[in-house]
């Protein structure tokens, strides 16, 4: 689904030169959870952003589906995103006054899916993600775990075929955690979805397909 060419992304700061990527070689294979495993500041979220279209590579090649990405304009890849990519991040960003049901419906609206479609697509992934009896609920009124399991819901809603999570659990204390990344990984073993999630916890790494140690922007082990 997903493959890399020595990908390397540097950043300027002042006049230092940081390599937060450095010759990154990976697959990610369609129907699997891939993990993204490393310290603070071994690069996961840049990693996450070159392969999710955010941003542009110093040196290298991503390729989507066997098309280089890198080369693509904005505008192909604000479509590419829309129609094939999810995205989860650390800090749970739902619309506090919406409940769960509207905050993944609201999506829909946005991908342009039409009334009936978005009642019944909410719903279904609501109920994929074990809320079904949490729907109408607020966020305030939901638990750390909950709210990130509403924000899968609305990151699969629109069906992508890849979805980025970006340390989804490090708000959350370990049974949350490892609740929320069963849910992941329930949505690869039962919807063929594709997962690449980053981690620093080493309690979540068992249950990944394949997962990529990343330290100083070096992978340095690969366990499939
Ligand atoms: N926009 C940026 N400008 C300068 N340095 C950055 C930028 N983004 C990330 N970095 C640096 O790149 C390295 C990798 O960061 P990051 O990908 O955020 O790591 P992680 O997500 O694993 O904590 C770090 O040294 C970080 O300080
Ligand atoms: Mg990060």
Redesign the pocket.
């Known amino acids: 689904m997903i493959r890399t060419e020595n990908l390397s ?1 540097q ?3 002042g006049r230092e030169v ?4 450095r010759d990154i070689n990976i697959q990610i294979n369609p129907g699997t959870l891939t993990i ?1 495993r ?12 070159l392969l999710g279209a955010l941003d542009k590579p110093t040196e290298g090649k991503i390729f989507f589906m066997d098309q280089d990405i890198t080369k693509l304009s904005e505008v192909k890849k604000d479509l590419l995103r829309k129609n094939n990519m999810g995205f989860i991040f650390q800090s749970i960003a739902l619309m506090p006054l919406m409940t769960a049901y509207e905050n993944v419906e609201f999506g829909l609206r946005v991908a342009g899916y039409d009334k009936e479609k978005r009642k019944k697509r909410a719903e279904a992934c609501l109920t994929m993600v074990g809320l079904q009896n949490r729907m109408h609920h607020r966020p305030q009124e939901l638990s750390g775990g909950e709210q990130q399991r509403v924000a899968i819901a609305r990151a699969i809603a629109h069906k992508p075929k890849v979805v980025f999570a ?2 989804p659990t490090a708000e959350l204390d370990t049974n949350m955690g490892l609740q929320v990344v069963k849910v992941l990984k329930d949505l690869v073993e039962e919807e063929g979805l594709t997962v690449v999630m ?1 981690t ?1 916890d080493p309690s979540m790494i068992d249950i990944a397909d394949c997962v990529y140690t ?1 330290e ?2 070096v992978i340095v082990d690969i366990a499939e």
């Open positions: 992304r950043f300027q700061s940081i390599h937060a990527l993204l490393g310290r603070s500041g071994s690069g996961k979220t840049t990693l996450i952003n970006d340390e980053s620093h990343l100083d922007g």
